[in-house]
């Protein structure tokens, strides 16, 4: 007789959003120890913890949200083992919670003492991923995927911890960089595609943020020479975008739209980031990150090269652009992901989207 199926978890709005933000502060703040990798060890390691804590804060609710912690306890009584599995994620958070508070209350620790606190942190939280991984609730490359990330962080810290002489600011970069995989994957899992155009989406967004935060940072941080810079940087905000216009038609032309402006956003904001991350420049992230999103007011934060024409752009309207085009994006992007096969490239043989949960 065959056995019935496990019952798959409902991943409701709720835990999804969880996942989603939560990985998303993660990646934030791992970035920003990632640009700044000369920053005091003691706000490096203020940083890795606030991004440790958004990953205990995600693994919290969205267990909490899925079941109470009593009555998983009273179900899972009937088997230890069962029950260890069950209250590991949440069991697991607590003790990386736990390490968060030490870290905060004692500021007198070497800072050496408090990254290693934090790295064992990240150790606990990559073994509940790889708990998670051994569940049936979600597809099989999104088990993988959980499990390939905590399975990369833990050799990351590993080598962090067995070279103790790479030094306190390479030590930080490895636990951020452990950090920063766990909030993609995150993020991944909250979106958790259920069709195969959704996954189409999933890419095209991937390659976007790519080709903005890479190839144009890259252009822009040392090629404004160029006549008529700011109308050409434009034009290569979209140039791979076309290809969607050619191939699908004018309708695709929203979907090629919102890729393009996303490239944008990522010019934009991750300008001054991977300036310092990957071009070794030394900005002050602050200040210039302010003026991007509109908090200087009339400061002058950059010059508009259209040819003939240079037009000087003051903080509020950069930001003004910066918030109008995220609404854009977002707005867009929600829309498709709710209803791929409207928008997203057909695929021969794709299967209709799943229903909505």
Do not use: C
Not at 233 to 245: E, R
């Amino acid at each position: 007789m065959a056995r019935a199926a496990p019952p798959r978890v409902r991943y409701d709005t709720a835990i999804r959003l969880t996942e989603i933000f939560g990985g998303l502060a993660s990646v934030v703040v791992s970035v920003i120890v990632l640009a700044n990798p000369l920053l005091s060890p003691r706000t490096l390691t203020l940083l890795l913890a606030a991004a440790l804590a958004f990953d205990v804060v995600r693994v919290l609710v969205s267990e909490g949200i899925r079941s109470t912690w009593w009555r998983r306890v009273q179900a899972d009584l009937r088997s230890t083992v069962h029950w260890l599995g069950r209250l590991g994620p949440i069991g697991l958070s607590l003790v990386a919670a736990g390490i968060i508070v030490a870290v905060l209350a004692n500021p007198a620790f070497a800072q050496t003492t408090l990254l290693y606190l934090l790295a064992f942190g990240v150790v606990v939280l990559s073994i509940e991923r790889m708990l998670r991984a051994l569940g049936r609730d979600a597809p099989v490359w999104l088990r993988s995927a959980s499990a390939g990330t905590g399975v990369l962080a833990l050799l990351l810290v590993g080598l962090a911890i067995a070279i103790p002489s790479v030094g306190l600011a390479t030590f930080a970069i490895l636990i951020a960089t452990s950090l920063l995989l766990g909030g993609v994957q995150s993020v991944v899992t909250g979106l958790r595609p259920t069709d195969v155009r959704q996954i189409v989406l999933l890419k095209l967004v991937l390659f976007s943020l790519f080709y903005g935060l890479v190839l144009i940072n890259w252009i822009d941080l040392f090629g404004k020479s160029v006549p008529g810079y700011g109308v050409w940087l434009i034009l290569t905000y979209f140039a791979p975008f076309w290809v969607l216009i050619v191939y699908e038609g004018y309708s695709e032309w929203p979907l090629a739209l919102s890729l393009g402006l996303l490239v944008s956003l990522a010019n934009d904001i991750g300008y001054y980031f991977v300036g310092n991350l990957l071009f070794g420049f030394q900005y002050d992230l602050v200040s210039r990150t302010a003026g991007q999103l509109g908090f200087q007011g009339n400061n002058l934060v950059t010059v508009f090269q259209a040819g003939p024409v240079a037009i000087p752009v003051d903080s509020w309207e950069m930001g003004l652009s910066i918030y109008l085009r995220a609404a854009i994006v977002s707005a867009g992007l929600y829309y498709w992901w709710r209803h791929p096969s409207r928008i997203v490239a057909r695929i021969e043989g794709a299967p209709h989207s799943a229903p909505s949960r």
